[in-house]
């Protein structure tokens, strides 16, 4: 429970009347996140006393794990800096822990979708480097709730940017080892051994092929749409839109378009022969316009245009 056997097994009460206050409200996805002390890894500032109240979905919990380098001030007078965490519900709380010196708490999972952490500085000493805490979404089964469906669960997934988000969401306490002794699947061709594969590349071959900017060769008479004149060379490469929406999602194929979110004018100097009755045949050298796009967002029937 709490390690307060330092100071009494009591709470020591907080004169606030001098403290800068401060809450935040996180919500926590299955990307997870991090909070810290101010200025970590340096000295955090005294007289503080700042909360971060993390909300998960319904039917997960939130895992907790502190960074190993932990230094908070300690003292046996009773006054210390100290970082509490409290598991929150509709009919209790639970302290896991009030804890300040040297030694990183342990990492924990919550018994709600609800957590508090707070941090308190008095107005004595201060050490270096504080605290840093990893949040994460965990997957919850009790016998007692509908566990998350296939498609909730894929929603999830979806969120994620790498592999070691993925394992730490799926296994918080073993993530590490499952990550260094199992980088990536092993696929089991049917005449082929066992092979390991890199997941991260193939998310970066996926995120290519999605709604991004890449190269297309432009003809300069059709993009201009020029009749009288001939460019060389006769095409240029620009960045534009294409690729797939969503690949996975319900609407992914049905009624989704890549379109540029951002698009920039770029000169191109080429050359240019304007066929008319005075012009002679030569080809001269000019500057030209070429609309490039910078960013691409998919634009759904079913979504409103942002």
Known sequence: KVDEMKHGGKKQPLNTSYMYQKEDNITVTAAGGVIHSPRYPNAYPRNLLLSWKLLSP?????HLEFDGQFGLEEADNGVYDFVEVE???????????????????????????????????????????GFKIYFSMLMYFPDTEVPLSLEELDRTIAAFESVEQLFRYLNPNTWKHDLDKHYGLYLIPVSLPLVPVDLNRHYDDVKQYSCTPRNYSVNLREELRTT????????????????????GTDNWNNGCNCRAAKTTLKL???????????????????????????????????????
């Open 58 to 62: 319904p039917g997960t919990r939130i």
């Open 87 to 129: 598991d929150l519900s509709e009919t209790s709380t639970i302290i896991w822990g009030r804890w300040c010196g040297q030694k990183a708490p342990p990492s924990l999972n919550s018994k709600a979708n609800m957590l508090r952490v707070t941090f308190n500085s008095d107005d004595y000493f201060v050490e270096k480097p």
């Open 228 to 247: 009288n004149a001939i460019f060389f060379p006769r095409c240029l490469l620009v960045q534009r839109c294409g690729g797939n929406c969503g690949c």
């Open 268 to 306: 191109h100097e080429v050359g240019l022969n304007v066929r008319s009755v005075s012009a002679r045949k030569s080809m001269l050298s000019t500057m030209i316009f070429l609309t490039h796009h910078d960013r691409c967002e998919c634009e759904c029937a079913s979504q409103p245009p942002r």
